[in-house]
């Protein structure tokens, strides 16, 4: 249920309009380097809060300082993104 809520948040995070209109949620954009090669791109919340993103999974912390120091947190609204085989065909 956690995940199905998550992805409904960045459905709707990611509808925005073109040419410098105003994101309604989004506050900033960025991206980390978090150590051993492992990049994850942050969305600011205008709430505070921020969205997680890499390659494995989403995850939504209370603040950033959540997540730079809550990283290994178990209890945050995630999801994992499945992998998909390169040869893989529909």
């Not at 956690?2 to 990611?14: E, G, N, S």
Request: one cysteine or more; charged letters at 20%.
């Amino acid at each position: 249920m956690k995940a199905l809520w998550l992805v409904r948040l960045l459905a709707v995070l990611f509808i925005v309009t073109f040419k410098g209109q105003i994101m309604e949620y989004i506050q900033k954009i960025d991206t980390v380097n978090t150590g051993g090669g492992c990049m994850v791109d942050l969305i600011h919340l205008h709430d505070g809060r921020v969205i997680g993103l890499n390659d494995e999974c989403a995850v939504l912390y209370e603040s950033i300082d959540a997540f730079f120091h809550d990283g290994e947190a178990i209890n945050l609204p995630a999801f994992l993104i499945p992998s998909i085989s390169k040869g893989a065909t529909k």
